[in-house]
């Protein structure tokens, strides 16, 4: 058995190379780095990682004749959430830094009341669901705990610690696999079995760790992006899904690698990482508008994912913009802590009069604690993010995605094809948006100006807030006939291509609305996004060759507590909110505008975003084959 799991830990680190990008950067804030951008991630997570703890002291069950004496309860979901527990690690790494053993007596009760929760096999059952496979995370946040604390604990309670950890660790060796679970818990796994190993010294974890990592490497598609989030289809799970990469699955490969000194695994998320670094938002926030777990989206990460703290900081050697990830994604969801708990995007408060769920607090607590242990303990510059430089797109071919960078915008146009064949329209993979619809708007100066969310909203798992009647916030072409409602956000088969023109980028898709079963409604349609620096000009071109309904183009735009929206004109619209001004104009005056249709129901659990449509209707007559309408968003100040 090892006295210190950190003592194997390797502090090396294998230079990375750039991925190419066009443009010229802009220079980070001295306010926020220091004159020579250097930054100390581990002092900036402590700060933070104090806050969040006290908020969830606040929230732990402090009656000690309480059964649930020690736990974390949820006032969202009423119930005292299993994995909450994994609040020992955060509270722990919390004493260590601070040396206040409120956190000390706080990580010991929760530990206490985790470990009665085990059954008999090992496994931790996620309440309230039945699911088993979240048992890596706890073991993770038991083991990665027990040597901060092994010193604290009397003799029994060092006992039953290290018996829980062994059982647990144990049904991971016999039960966690690819055909068991997604491909995140695998990744998580690789990491949970090493830091077990380190404490009850079975081999067993380490051969177990090692083929698990296997299978994990053996998901990362000819881009990088790791697959194996989506259902399975004759054993194998497909889809990507960019957020659990980053929560998740990533920093799970990358701490075994570090712990087990398997290069190989770490080497794929270097090259993984160069990647996935684009889709930090120069706000920060994540880009997982079209992945396949994007009904977990929040600006900061996925639902009930830890976050990315660990994995930027793992790998910060190697390029100063992960630095400059991990602070900006951790200052993102500090901006959305309310009342003492993380909320699910920027209008939470004004959408809803109760709580939040717990997990995004606790999750991303634990994510500061594992950065803290785990991550880069030296200064180093911070760099420019990719999206934080201006003037270029790129198109990521195995997922069907382009990420435009002008002086003003950032947008995602998502054509992303993958299909759950074998349950069909009504899994919870099939309503992610697709179609060359912009999923991601974020205007300089400004924030999100418009987002994207469920093409219908169900709540998949039980701590997921009603929203009843609830349209989608994505910009859509949309019609609906006597047998279904059809949009080109069902169109998984779509064609994207990318150019760059005088007017800027143009992000071209061609394809067909269809309805929820992917049937198609005899319109087809080219949807051209041409994202300049100042203003998106749409194209719209459809074709009718089979029906020729009434079509509707909504555009959503996220309707903050100062956005206002006035109509100039049956082809003009004035956006305010005291920050920027923007204007949308129809191009042809054949068409007009309607302003706030059912602007009541544009309100979307994940992200917490309230809509504000403006609507262009085209009515074909019986000569028309093809329609097409133009219509431009600029900044005007």
């Known amino acids: 058995m090892k006295n210190d799991i950190f003592s194997s830990i390797s502090r090396s680190a294998i230079r990375c190379s750039s991925i190419l990008l066009i443009g010229a950067g802009i220079i980070l804030p001295d306010t926020a780095w220091g004159k020579d951008n250097t930054v100390m991630l581990a002092e900036q997570f402590e700060k933070n990682l104090i806050i969040l703890c006290d908020d969830l002291l606040a929230i732990q069950e402090a009656d000690?004749?309480?059964?649930?004496?020690?736990?974390?309860?949820?006032?969202?979901?009423?119930?005292?959430?299993?994995?909450?527990?994994?609040?020992?690690?955060?509270?722990?790494?919390?004493?260590?830094?601070?040396?206040?053993?409120?956190?000390?007596?706080?990580?010991?009760?929760?530990?206490d009341w985790l470990i009665r929760q085990q059954q008999?096999?090992?496994?931790?059952?996620?309440?309230?669901?039945?699911?088993?496979?979240?048992?890596?995370?706890?073991?993770?946040?038991?083991s990665a705990t027990y040597p901060l604390l092994k010193n604290h604990l009397s003799e029994r309670q060092s006992q039953r610690w290290m018996h829980a950890i062994k059982k647990g660790a144990d049904w991971l060796v016999r039960n966690m696999n690819h055909d068991f679970a997604t491909i995140n818990y695998c990744a998580t796994s690789t990491a949970s079995l090493m830091t077990s190993f380190e404490i009850i010294g079975d081999s067993a974890y380490v051969i177990k760790a090692r083929e698990l990592a296997d299978i994990v490497v053996s998901k990362f598609d000819e881009d990088y992006f790791l697959t194996g989030e989506g259902n399975r289809i004759r054993g194998t799970k497909y889809g990507i899904d960019l957020g659990y990469n980053l929560d998740m699955s990533l920093w799970g490969l990358g701490l075994y690698s570090k712990l087990?000194?398997?290069?190989?695994?770490?080497?794929?998320?270097?090259?993984?990482?160069?990647?996935?670094?684009?889709?930090?938002?120069?706000?920060?926030?994540?880009?997982?508008?079209?992945?396949?777990?994007?009904?977990?989206?929040?600006?900061?990460?996925?639902?009930?994912?830890d976050g990315c703290q660990l994995l930027f900081s793992m790998y910060a050697a190697d390029d100063g913009a992960y630095r400059t990830a991990a602070i900006e994604n951790m200052n993102c969801f500090m901006r959305l802590r309310k009342n003492g708990l993380l909320t699910y995007g920027q209008n939470y408060s004004a959408m809803f009069n109760t709580p939040p769920c717990i997990y995004p607090t606790y999750c991303r607590a634990k994510s500061l604690a594992l950065a803290i242990l785990f991550g880069e303990h030296s200064a180093g510059p911070a760099k420019k993010l990719p999206s934080q430089q201006t003037g270029w797109a790129k198109y990521y071919k195995t997922l069907d995605v382009v990420h435009v960078r002008t002086k003003k915008f950032m947008a995602t146009v998502t054509a992303y094809r993958y299909k759950d064949?074998?349950?069909?329209?009504?899994?919870?993979?099939?309503?992610?948006?697709?179609g060359g619809s912009i999923t991601n708007l974020w205007v300089d100066g400004y924030g999100s100006l418009q987002a994207s969310s469920q093409t219908e909203y169900h709540r998949w798992e039980t701590n997921f807030p009603d929203a009843p009647n609830a349209l989608s916030i994505t910009p859509r072409i949309e019609f609906t006939d006597t047998n279904a409602y059809y949009t080109n956000l069902y169109e998984f088969d779509g064609h994207i291509e990318l150019k760059k023109t005088g007017k800027g980028y143009e992000v071209e898709t061609i394809g067909e609305l269809k309805d929820r079963n992917r049937w198609e409604g005899g319109v087809a349609y080219v949807l051209t996004n041409i994202i300049g620096d100042n203003s998106i000009e749409k194209?719209?071109?459809?074709?009718?060759?089979?029906?020729?309904?009434?079509?509707?183009?909504?555009?959503?735009?996220?309707?903050?507590?100062?956005?206002?929206?006035?109509?100039?004109?049956?082809q003009t619209v004035r956006i305010t909110d005291g920050k920027r001004e923007f204007v949308f104009e129809v191009l042809d005056k054949r068409f007009k505008v309607q302003l706030g249709t059912n602007a009541e129901r544009y309100r979307q659990p994940f992200p917490s975003l309230q809509g504000f449509p403006i609507t262009i209707d085209v009515h074909p007559d019986k000569n028309t084959i093809v329609e097409e309408v133009r219509y431009r968003i600029s900044i005007r100040k």
């Open 64 to 111: 000690s004749t309480s059964p649930f004496f020690g736990s974390l309860y949820c006032q969202s979901c009423n119930d005292h959430h299993s994995r909450a527990s994994e609040s020992v690690l955060p509270f722990s790494v919390a004493y260590i830094k601070s040396g206040d053993r409120k956190y000390l007596q706080a990580a010991i009760r929760t530990a």
């Open 539 to 570: 194209r719209i071109k459809l074709r009718f060759h089979g029906q020729k309904p009434v079509i509707s183009i909504i555009e959503p735009f996220i309707q903050n507590t100062n956005t206002v929206f006035q109509k100039l004109d049956d």
């Open 260 to 305: 087990s000194g398997d290069s190989r695994a770490g080497n794929e998320v270097r090259e993984s990482l160069k990647r996935a670094v684009n889709f930090v938002y120069p706000d920060g926030s994540i880009d997982n508008s079209w992945g396949v777990r994007s009904n977990k989206l929040m600006p900061y990460g996925s639902f009930t994912a």
């Open 120 to 142: 008999d096999s090992g496994a931790w059952v996620e309440t309230p669901s039945e699911w088993t496979g979240t048992t890596t995370d706890q073991l993770l946040a038991l």
């Open 421 to 434: 064949i074998r349950r069909g329209a009504d899994f919870k993979y099939m309503f992610r948006p697709s």
